[in-house]
């Protein structure tokens, strides 16, 4: 080569690598986003059942988690630029350590796979060139096309069949060691190799094949044959010389994808190289492991794309001396890309577009400022640091920050127990509290906390009311509020004060919606601090959600309680019916390929909290608040809506069957209320009738039809739900026109229908044992106590006199993980708890049953055409278990996308959300179920 032409070269391949350089920067920061938005973190993913939080805390704060995402990635660049590419927080080993025997291991699958498929490639193409439209080319054509629409795992599969279990050529268990013999470890890697080369010889053959026959169309191909050259001469002798660059440059290309699409065969056969690690890091949230992975394989790609572009611009003079733009558009490798977007930015609308772009990245990876970022939740206090926000001086009438992180409400640092005795009443006044949309930057609004008052004692330092778990009314307020069991504990910092909080859920005296809280404050001997409360989560479907945060002083009267002994072992014995639960990782652990898919693809940001119930042991999923996990998770109260039907409808119905008989569902509807309407439709309308939405009353779609149909969102509808008195409703409910069916004969889903059974079974009871008697109480004394379910509470409607009230049972209870759970689990052993027939055997024994032909059709469809079927409140979903066997599954199910779910392999698994009805996910529960028999196999 010429010195010009040498010089050319240089500033050619200079500008190449330049480029290449560039482009290695932008993967970088791609590949950084990508793993920063994975889901979870490994200090969670790796907590054992004895974790503590304060131990996660340290583990999250060891490893930077908590420092914005420009932070880390400037270290991390930094780092690798001097070829430090850091520890792997899974095994705490050096990372170039790890991959370094899986990168060799890797590069010999990728060795021996080029050295089989290009040779046989290049020669193939060539051939198939030469005899251009010959039987042999169209055979080679039709093979090759065949091939590459086969996914790689599916051909790996295949030889593994064929070559492996069938032929038994080569051993099906990869075996590689660099210490063993050249043929032992070319045989041991036979399967592997193989998948790769098929894989990698089809776009060397056709690339070949194209480029051969486009070279043979030239002037000068024309004349060697016009003076009688043969075409095996001018292939070999003209055509091939003049393909050598473009077929290197496919070849190199080639071999760049077959080293990325080594994950895929590595995972296939367990193949102990850095595809493999790449993905056990991902599972194990090893995020240096998979960044240090996944740079060195663009690293690679990169290289191997230069290489093609320089072998290029070598065995084409011409390259030599364009200009750069048209030398990069001759280029068939990812430089090609570059010289598309710069074409791009020439565009009127191109250069907007990509400061736009700039902007986006630059906001992702500017430092965030914790004082002012408007919420900054997903940041936990620096733990064991000394306490920051909710500090003695802010919690003594100091200001502090709006929202804060969840874990400012639990101890931090070196915290002790309570130094103080709490025993006596708390009075709370109604005070002003902020209030501001979640998910908008709008102005911030204030409302009413409303006023309570509760005796409360410490046991063991858990801060215990005595009104717990059930409604303490506000007067003539709007709100109610449930109080939950809180802690207490003390702090070096707090100069001999100790601490509490406790949780809280309010509600709407006219609505079913739950908004969950914590709340905190100091105290000592005979005074308290005051009182911080805030709320990051809600369950509303219809409607916006607002976080609320406020402060305001409150009142203690020590006091030695009456009945205290009462109240501790009422306490003791309740804590002794609790559910075993542990976190959800300890069941995952086992289980990665298919717990991770629990929550679905879509939809996951509305999902409070999911698990499942495995014999007596709970797996749960953190209950996640926009302001970090919910520090008193098992006492978070969800609005689980039409679930109500369930655990609150059949569950009475079925009480008062085993009381009275199961000839109760045969009840008729008209024998216990006088409904006001024009129609004769409600005179044969039963008990069972209305609890199946099956009492051919409605005004929407008066004709049968296979489609779902509802009738809840209709102002009637609206109407029966938002009457104040039992008589608005029963007025309000004979405002529904007849349909042209009988009763038992069409399901139309009318949350009327269970209002209405839950105001006649009330009744009922009534006429047995007098008019003192009511539904609810018999539900918590006669079938929640029992489970170790204390205080249930239910949205309920008074009747015309005030005296008694009647709970909704339609979609009024607000219920815990445990009080859902234990009922499921009762309808599981068919009405039986603890040798007792709490609910009726036959009737429970049906409403959980899996036969494929019971039930209502109700006209729900799910992803794969197939539809749902109701009956006894339970919704049957078709399921087809991995064992092939076909069945109905009930379920409980909620507006929002809550979800229980009773597998028949004593199994339940659970989700509750707050997605609103057009949200992507909300309806879909076919993952539930799946995990479910993953876990345990339904088909025995």
């Not at 240089?10 to 350089?21: E, F, L, R, Y």
């Not at 008074?798 to 607000?814: C, H, M, Q």
């Not at 429970?844 to 006209?859: E, L, M, N």
């Given at each position: 080569m010429?010195?010009?032409?040498?010089?050319?070269?240089?500033?050619?391949?200079?500008?190449?690598?330049?480029?290449?350089?560039?482009?290695?920067?932008?993967?970088?920061?791609i590949f950084f986003l990508l793993t920063d938005w994975l889901p979870g973190d490994f200090a969670t993913a790796t907590a054992s059942r004895d974790t503590l939080i304060e131990t996660i805390m340290n583990t999250q704060f060891e490893l930077g988690l908590f420092r914005s995402a420009s932070e880390r990635y400037w270290e991390w660049l930094f780092n690798i630029l001097q070829g430090n590419f850091g520890i792997s927080w899974y095994t705490r080993i050096d990372i170039l350590e790890l991959i370094g025997n899986r990168f060799w291991h890797s590069m010999w699958l990728a060795a021996w796979a080029t050295a089989v498929a290009v040779p046989i490639g290049v020669v193939l193409g060539v051939m198939s060139a030469a005899w251009q439209g010959s039987l042999f080319d169209r055979l080679i054509n039709t093979s090759a096309l065949t091939f590459v629409s086969i996914p790689d795992f599916v051909i790996a599969y295949a030889l593994m069949a064929l070559l492996g279990v069938h032929f038994k050529v080569f051993p099906v268990f990869v075996a590689y060691e660099p210490s063993l013999p050249l043929s032992e470890r070319l045989m041991g890697t036979g399967l592997p190799v193989l998948s790769l080369a098929i894989v990698a010889l089809t776009p060397i053959l056709r690339l070949t094949r194209?480029?051969?026959?486009?070279?043979?169309?030239?002037?000068?191909?024309?004349?060697?044959?016009?003076?009688?050259?043969?075409?095996?001469?001018?292939?070999?002798?003209?055509?091939?010389?003049?393909?050598i660059g473009p077929i290197a440059n496919a070849i190199v290309l080639v071999v760049g994808n077959l080293i990325v699409g080594l994950v895929i065969i590595e995972t296939v056969f367990s193949y102990p190289g850095l595809g493999e690690l790449l993905i056990n890091a991902v599972k194990t949230r090893d995020v240096p492991l998979v960044q240090a992975c996944g740079l060195i394989t663009a690293a690679i790609y990169l290289v191997l794309n230069l290489s093609a572009d320089l072998i290029s611009i070598v065995s084409n003079p011409r390259l030599l001396y364009a200009s750069p733009r048209q030398r990069a558009f001759s280029l068939t490798s990812i430089r090609t890309k570059w010289a598309w977007f710069l074409d791009l930015l020439r565009r009127p609308w191109g250069v907007p577009?990509?400061?736009?772009?700039?902007?986006?990245?630059?906001?992702?990876?500017?430092?965030?400022n914790v004082e002012n970022y408007a919420y900054p939740l997903d940041v936990p206090p620096a733990k064991p640091a000394p306490r920051a926000e909710l500090t003695l001086t802010q919690l003594q009438g100091g200001s502090a920050p709006e929202m804060l992180h969840y874990d400012y409400?639990?101890?931090?640092?070196?915290?002790?127990?309570?130094?103080?005795?709490?025993?006596?009443?708390?009075?709370?006044?109604?005070?002003?509290?902020?209030r501001r949309m979640a998910e908008e930057q709008l102005a911030t609004t204030s409302t009413q906390f409303p006023a309570f008052s509760s005796q409360v004692f410490a046991h063991e330092n858990m801060l215990v009311p005595v009104e717990r778990q059930r409604f303490l009314m506000d007067g003539n307020g709007s709100w109610r509020i449930i109080l939950g069991i809180g802690r207490l504990w003390s702090e070096p910092g707090d100069k001999g004060w100790s601490r509490a909080a406790f949780p809280f859920t309010l509600v709407r005296r006219w609505g079913a919606a739950s908004y969950n809280g914590v709340g905190t404050f100091l105290f000592n001997a005979d005074t308290v601090s005051e009182l911080r409360i805030q709320i990051a989560q809600e369950q509303i479907p219809w409607g916006r959600k607002h976080d609320a945060w406020g402060q305001s002083p409150f009142s203690y009267k020590p006091a030695v309680l009456n009945q205290i002994g009462q109240h501790r072992t009422a306490y003791e014995n309740h804590q002794a019916t609790r559910l075993k639960i542990r976190p959800w990782e300890s069941l995952q652990k086992d289980y990665w390929n298919s717990l991770e898919r629990f929550d679905g693809e879509y939809g996951r940001e509305n999902i409070t909290v999911s698990g499942l119930m495995v014999e007596d042991t709970v797996y749960v999923r953190a209950c996640r608040t926009r302001a970090g996990p919910y520090p008193f998770c098992p006492q978070m109260r969800n609005s689980v809506y039409s679930v109500s039907k369930s655990i609150g409808a059949a569950a009475a119905l079925f009480r008062l069957a085993q009381k009275y008989g199961p000839e109760v569902i045969e009840e008729r509807v008209l024998d216990y209320v006088n409904i006001p309407t024009s129609h004769d439709g409600w005179k044969d309308v039963r008990f069972k009738h209305a609890l199946n939405m099956t009492t051919g009353i409605g005004n929407r779609v008066p004709a049968r039809v296979e489609e779902y149909v509802e009738v809840d969102n209709?102002?009637?509808?609206?109407?029966?739900?938002?009457?104040?008195?039992?008589?608005?409703?029963?007025?309000?409910?004979?405002?529904?026109?007849?349909?042209?069916?009988?009763?038992?004969?069409?399901f139309r889903y009318r949350t009327s229908d269970t209002t209405l059974l839950t105001i006649v079974m009330d009744r009922f009871l009534k006429s047995k044992e007098g008019p003192d008697a009511n539904l609810w109480d018999m539900m918590n004394a006669?079938?929640?106590?029992?489970?170790?379910?204390?205080?249930?509470?239910?949205?309920?409607?008074?009747?015309?006199?005030?005296?008694?009230?009647?709970?909704?049972?339609?979609?009024?209870?607000?219920?815990?993980i445990e009080d859902v759970l234990k009922i499921a689990r009762l309808f599981q052993n068919q009405g039986k708890h603890n040798g007792q027939q709490i609910l009726h055997e036959g009737l429970?024994?049906?409403?959980?049953?899996?036969?494929?032909?019971?039930?209502?059709?109700?006209?729900w469809s799910y992803e794969d055409g197939s539809k749902s079927t109701y009956d006894l409140s339970f919704w049957l979903m078709p399921f087809e278990g991995r064992g092939g066997c076909k069945m109905r599954i009930p379920a409980m199910a909620g507006i929002g996308g809550n979800y229980v779910v009773l597998m028949p392999n004593n199994v339940i698994a659970f989700r509750f959300a707050d997605g609103h009805d057009d949200a992507p996910g909300t309806w879909v529960s076919k993952h539930i179920r799946e995990v479910a028999d993953q876990v345990k196999g339904v088909c025995g």
């Open positions: 010429s010195l010009p032409a040498l010089s050319r070269f240089a500033s050619a391949a200079t500008m190449q690598i330049v480029g290449a350089a560039g482009t290695l920067f932008a993967v970088s920061v194209a480029c051969i026959i486009n070279i043979l169309t030239a002037p000068f191909v024309e004349m060697a044959q016009l003076k009688g050259m043969g075409i095996g001469r001018v292939v070999v002798f003209h055509a091939l010389p003049n393909a577009s990509a400061v736009a772009a700039v902007i986006a990245l630059a906001w992702y990876f500017s430092p965030v409400f639990a101890p931090i640092g070196n915290a002790g127990p309570a130094l103080h005795k709490l025993e006596g009443t708390i009075s709370v006044p109604s005070f002003k509290v902020s209709t102002a009637l509808a609206a109407s029966v739900w938002s009457a104040r008195t039992v008589e608005d409703q029963l007025k309000a409910i004979g405002g529904f026109a007849d349909y042209p069916w009988g009763p038992g004969e069409v006669e079938v929640y106590e029992p489970l170790g379910i204390e205080n249930l509470p239910s949205r309920s409607t008074p009747g015309a006199d005030k005296s008694t009230r009647t709970p909704n049972l339609g979609g009024g209870v607000l219920a815990t429970t024994k049906k409403a959980v049953a899996t036969g494929s032909d019971r039930g209502i059709p109700t006209g």
